[in-house]
């Protein structure tokens, strides 16, 4: 006997919507356990203590619970929800275009300005990020953009001040639901791998540590206009272990032949995000992610160099080809990026602060240097970036993360790749 459709009736439907609309969020994508919404009670006390000092510094009260997640209402359930929170192209000045390309008022008042790799990642000595002049972000903005990846160390930096820079180099990103420092720090996101272990499941073991932001990848490529400059400031690290490590993703556009470049310029890619939402129109086949288009290479603004815009995270497919021909191509896309160490820099956050031995400031082993935070920023366009995970050092690493949104990303086909453009050996 041929089966028999089951019509619902379109008020049931719309009753199964609602009930659906009221259920706990779909959450990450990864994670294996329901998502707790609002004051997390049970975790505050978990904070480790340089945290607790720095938010009781500044006026941040986790008496209620630590960390905030948006309330189970205020949660997109639907796809669509998500969609129209950014849907429309919202004014962005590229901060690094108009700076003096010498930087001398962020460099002369540097103690020193530390290249760690030839074209990857640069250290500031000796500034605080909390006293820097707009001029001086602006001179930041472009360093960023150029270097990839800008890092200030012993840092005292309030959440507040740090959502006040994000504001200052774009509209910052306020995510849906991932869990933030208060209710009123919207845009502030805990970056907090033993919460993200144990509250949401998230399967990081020793063996398998390659999970979650281990797993190479760039943050928010969903986004109708993407992240631009990234701000981690780690106000807590173990002793050793949890390095980051950043891509370049102009050196990997470098890295391909010529004949490849021309196949990859002007086309486009789809990209999804992290978590994970119910079709209105069909809930009931399960949760979809939020995908959008944009173009594979694209110009930097503030360089005008070329870069490759994929990350093997949260790419789905490239416009035009075969599922099968777009998998092989993006797998060595992945690969360029994520293989060659000359491209890429490893931060190790401790460094001497780690070191049981170096007296500094005339503090002794036994009385270590007050270990006060250190900032990563950098531009989220043109990097892929990867965490160390060892089970070691997942325990008592945390920090926030504030992002502020760029442009929607163009390619022009008369811009040059970076090696290109600074003369450097094309072979
Ligand atoms: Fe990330």
């Given amino acids: 006997m041929a089966p028999t459709a089951t019509v619902q009736e379109p008020e049931e439907l719309q009753d199964t919507i609602k009930r659906l609309a009221a259920l706990?969020?779909?959450?990450?994508?990864?994670?294996?356990?329901?998502v707790v919404t609002g004051f997390d009670k049970e975790w505050a006390d978990k904070l480790p203590e340089t945290t607790k000092q720095r938010f009781a510094k500044y006026g941040i009260d986790i008496s209620q619970g630590y960390p905030y997640a948006p309330l189970n209402e205020k949660i997109p359930k639907f796809v669509d929800?998500?969609?129209?929170?950014?849907?429309?192209?919202?004014?962005?000045?590229?901060?690094?275009?108009?700076?003096?390309?010498?930087?001398?008022?962020?460099?002369?008042?540097?103690e020193d300005v530390i290249h760690l790799t030839p074209y990857v990642g640069t250290e500031i000595v000796?500034?605080?990020?909390?006293?820097?002049?707009?001029?001086?972000?602006?001179?930041?903005?472009?360093l960023i953009a150029e270097r990839v990846v800008v890092f200030f160390k012993d840092q005292d930096l309030s959440p507040q001040k740090q959502l006040e820079l994000g504001h200052y180099w774009g509209q910052v990103e306020v995510h849906p639901q991932a869990t933030r420092v208060g209710p009123e720090f919207d845009g502030v996101t805990v970056i907090w791998q033993e919460h993200q272990r144990k509250r949401w499941g998230l399967p990081l073991t020793f063996k398998n540590s390659k999970l979650g932001n281990s797993q190479w990848h760039s943050d928010l490529v969903h986004e109708f206009q993407t992240a631009g400059i990234t701000h981690l400031h780690l106000d807590a690290i173990p002793g050793i272990g949890g390095e980051t490590l950043w891509s370049s993703t102009y050196g990997a556009y470098d890295k391909l032949s010529p004949a490849l470049q021309q196949f990859l310029d002007g086309?486009?890619?789809?990209?999804?995000?992290?978590?994970?939402?119910?079709?209105?129109?069909?809930p009931l086949k399960g949760p979809k992610y939020v995908e959008r288009e944009h173009p594979i290479v694209r110009t930097h603004p503030a360089t005008g160099w070329k870069y490759l815009f994929v990350n093997r995270s949260m790419t789905v497919r490239i416009v035009g080809l075969l599922p099968a021909e777009s998998d092989l191509i993006l797998n060595y896309l992945y690969d360029v990026i994520e293989s060659n160490r000359d491209i890429q820099v490893r931060w190790s956050w401790q460094k001497e602060l780690g070191s049981i031995k170096k007296k500094e400031d005339g503090a002794?082993?036994?009385?270590?240097?007050?270990?006060?935070?250190?900032?990563?920023l950098w531009d989220n366009r043109v990097a892929n970036h990867s965490v160390v995970h060892s089970e070691e050092s997942i325990v008592g690493r945390h920090g926030t993360r504030v992002t502020s949104l760029a442009d929607t990303g163009y390619f022009d086909a008369n811009s040059m790749s970076q090696r290109e453009a600074l003369g450097l050996s094309l072979d």
Wanted: glycine residues 6%; without cysteine.
């Fill in 24 to 34: 706990k969020p779909i959450g990450h994508s990864r994670g294996k356990h329901d």
């Fill in 81 to 110: 929800e998500v969609y129209a929170i950014r849907k429309d192209e919202f004014p962005y000045v590229e901060r690094g275009k108009n700076a003096d390309p010498e930087k001398k008022l962020l460099f002369d008042a540097a």
């Fill in 126 to 142: 000796g500034l605080q990020l909390a006293d820097l002049t707009d001029q001086q972000k602006d001179e930041l903005a472009l």
């Fill in 267 to 282: 086309k486009t890619a789809i990209y999804r995000s992290a978590h994970q939402y119910l079709d209105r129109e069909n």
């Fill in 364 to 376: 002794t082993a036994a009385e270590p240097k007050v270990y006060r935070g250190v900032s990563a």
